[in-house]
């Protein structure tokens, strides 16, 4: 089968959403101008920088109390800071909550009854038992092609890491199972780690 998204693909559900996975998730947390808090997952995200360390996330859609974007990015916009917080398998019920379209005023931290932490470098919360967590300052936004689609990049500016999750000095993701995100209303975890040494190392 091909298609061009641009003539529709004919089939009950979107295949872009399934082809591109798994997709690591960011649970982002914010705070709004006012001092509201928000928490919300993106499986459009990922680390795209080592040094300085960076990530991004993007948004693909709107709300009606919230203009042309959701409650993620109207907050980064107003303070220029949020923690992306790691999501592991046994976290995946509390996180599928704080994915619904609520109210700009919610705070889905007390919503799903999540414990939270103060950030150190920068004025926000974070999930208290996430596995890691990376504070960032907002370095830009970008408007990207299509309605309500923005890209928001980040420098990390404070890492947290649960200390269970640090083995023989590395961060191991075996400890806790990462939730991965697959197409329609499918999720995976990680499992299963092997290595493999790039040629010339």
């Not at 000095?169 to 697959?182: Q, Y």
Request: glycine residues 8%.
């Amino acid at each position: 089968m091909f298609y061009k998204p641009e003539d529709g693909h004919g089939l009950p559900h979107n295949p872009f959403n399934a082809i591109v996975t798994p997709r690591p998730i960011g649970w982002i947390s914010t705070r709004g101008a006012d001092g509201s808090e928000n928490l919300a997952p993106y499986s459009f995200f990922n680390a795209v920088a080592y040094v300085p360390p960076q990530v991004m996330f993007a948004s693909t859609s709107a709300k009606p109390d919230r203009g042309d974007t959701k409650d993620s990015v109207a907050n980064i916009r107003d303070t220029g800071v949020f923690c992306v917080n790691i999501v592991e398998y046994a976290m995946k019920d509390v996180m599928n909550q704080t994915s619904g379209a609520w109210d700009k005023g919610t705070d889905e931290f007390a919503l799903a009854g999540i414990a939270r932490a103060p950030c150190e470098t920068i004025a926000c919360s974070r999930v208290a038992n996430a596995p890691a967590s990376l504070e960032c300052k907002l370095t830009q936004i970008v408007q990207l092609p299509g309605e309500a689609n923005f890209a928001v990049f980040g420098e990390v500016t404070g890492v947290h890491m649960r200390d269970d999750c640090l083995v023989d000095g590395l961060f191991d993701i075996t400890t806790f199972n990462p939730l991965t995100r697959l197409g329609y209303k499918d999720y995976s975890r990680i499992t299963e780690v092997f290595s493999l040494t790039r040629p010339g190392e």
